[in-house]
């Protein structure tokens, strides 16, 4: 794989963004510690086409160009050598995430964490905690089942092994707000709908794990907020697209019935959907664990909502790897759960105050009006590009990539993107040309929205930052013509 060039010492400049109904008085955030440096692109007076073989793909997409946005410009800013439609609001989905995932290395630094503690005001006696346990949560991106368990294994060699309470989440780091699930695309049982929580464990995710065995398919659940009923046979064949063979009926969360057949040849795979509350699946997860290490919870033991005492004392705690680390699984693998999380952490943080939408929308236009950004020309909604409104044009985008490959972070956002060919949403593109490996790009995808953003090494040794965004009914066939720019840049550039 090629080498990544040193970065030229710089800066970053930021994206802005407009929330409707949004009418409050700028935050006062000190200024951002990375001092950002003034690049700019060239604005052509008359639009620079695509290339013949970039055209020709958009006239087999059978895409109107009206619809597409196409801007590849050097990394060092400057003229560009495709300019077209760029100055037009179009809706971005997941390259929102560059924008969210940018501030927050630049807001919060490449090294900050987030912790999670355990606490309780309730005596030990002997190996019996009589009392609450208590979670003070702080909207860790990715607190695991894995996390969890190291942290009881914590507290069962502290001496506990009977918990006669309830265990308690404080969630105050996150202003309480009503989520709908069901919003944004009215399938709220789909894994990438559920909604922020201060205390989000395991993304929320429920796991169906299917085994196929000599004549049928055993399935469990993890964790185990319900039984699922199981009717499916394994077959001879291919593998191929399994989960099509299989029909899942899960009109009762308690009871989960999965119909049909699958292929031997599959092996062990995993299904994830969104089912129980954030409650409900704690505590599963919890009294899975908790006895699996040889714990003791009562008959009735729950999980609700509080506030930590302020006698409580810290049992354990656990903390978050690096922003820096997480952001990849964001870029990468365009983890929404994880961009909304981040988003609000981004508000908590700056402004010492619970957080919400509303409270990271204003630290963000603060952020962006610092760094000479107008506020109005990205609309944010959530951070996660997972709206039907988040918006931006090409250029304002391509600007954040230019400035941010010259900037002293432009190491730690560069390797958060996908590799063309490698990892991430870009691991089945262009495997078999010779972009492959020489492309940092996220990819955006929604209903009727096609994009692609990043990165691209030149066989000539230049690199060019690239944008192209699709607003259309036929978006869906943008891919091969995103495949065909992405090539050209590599040959051409």
């Known amino acids: 794989m090629r080498r990544v060039s040193k970065a030229l010492v710089g800066g970053l400049l930021g994206i802005a963004l407009t929330i409707h109904s949004l009418a409050a008085e700028p935050l006062r955030i000190k200024r951002p510690h990375i001092h950002l440096a003034r690049a700019s692109i060239s604005q052509t007076d008359v639009p620079v086409d695509p290339p013949p073989v970039v055209a020709a793909a958009i006239d087999r997409a059978k895409l109107p160009t009206s619809a597409i946005s196409l801007l590849v410009v050097p990394v060092e800013g400057g003229a560009p050598l495709v300019d077209m439609n760029t100055d037009r609001a179009q809706v971005v989905g997941s390259l929102m995430k560059l924008v969210t995932t940018y501030a927050a290395l630049d807001l919060l630094g490449p090294t900050y964490t987030w912790r999670t503690q355990w606490l309780s005001s309730a005596p030990q006696v002997g190996d019996v905690l009589d009392g609450d346990l208590v979670v003070r949560a702080s909207g860790d991106p990715k607190f695991l089942v894995e996390n969890l368990e190291l942290v009881l294994r914590d507290l ?22 009503t989520y709908d699930e069901a919003r944004f695309d009215q399938d709220p049982l789909r894994a990438y709908n559920v909604a922020p929580d201060a205390f989000l464990l395991n993304y929320k995710a429920t796991a169906f794990r299917f085994i196929p065995l000599d004549d049928r398919v055993a399935i469990a659940m993890e964790p185990p907020t319900g039984q699922p009923i199981a009717d499916v046979r394994a077959l001879d064949g291919p593998c191929g697209e399994w989960r099509a063979q299989i029909k899942a009926d899960l009109s009762d969360p308690l009871r989960p019935r999965f119909s049909g057949a699958m292929p031997r040849e599959c092996g062990a795979r995993s299904w994830y959907f969104n089912l129980a509350s ?34 409580a004392r810290i049992l354990a705690e656990w903390t978050s790897p690096a922003l820096a680390e997480l952001i990849r699984d964001i870029n990468k693998f365009s983890n929404n759960v994880m961009a909304r999380q981040l988003f609000l952490s981004l508000g908590a943080e700056i402004t010492k105050q619970p957080a919400s939408q509303e409270q990271s929308s204003r630290v963000m236009g603060d952020w962006l009006s610092a760094h000479d950004i107008d506020p109005a020309s990205v609309v944010f909604e959530n951070g996660s590009g997972l709206s039907r409104i988040e918006s931006m044009s090409a250029r304002t985008l391509a600007r954040l990539l230019v400035l941010a490959f010259n900037g002293p972070l432009m190491p730690e956002f560069v390797a958060s993107l996908p590799i063309a060919g490698y990892d991430g949403t870009m691991r089945r593109r262009l495997t078999s040309n010779t972009v492959a490996g020489a492309a940092h790009i996220k990819t955006g995808t929604l209903a009727n929205v096609r994009g692609i953003a990043g990165y691209v090494l030149a066989q000539s040794g230049r690199r060019y930052v690239v944008v192209s965004i699709v607003n259309s009914p036929l978006a869906a066939q943008a891919s091969p013509v995103h495949d065909a720019l992405l090539q050209w840049i590599y040959e051409r550039g």
């Open 278 to 311: 954030h409650d409900a699946y704690v505590r599963a997860a919890f009294e899975q664990a908790w006895t699996r290490l040889g714990g003791v919870v009562r008959p009735n033991f729950s999980v609700r909502t509080g506030l930590a005492p302020t006698d």
């Open 156 to 177: 069962r060699l502290r001496g506990l092994r009977e918990l006669r309470g309830d265990l308690v989440v404080d969630r105050s780091a996150f202003a309480p707000q």
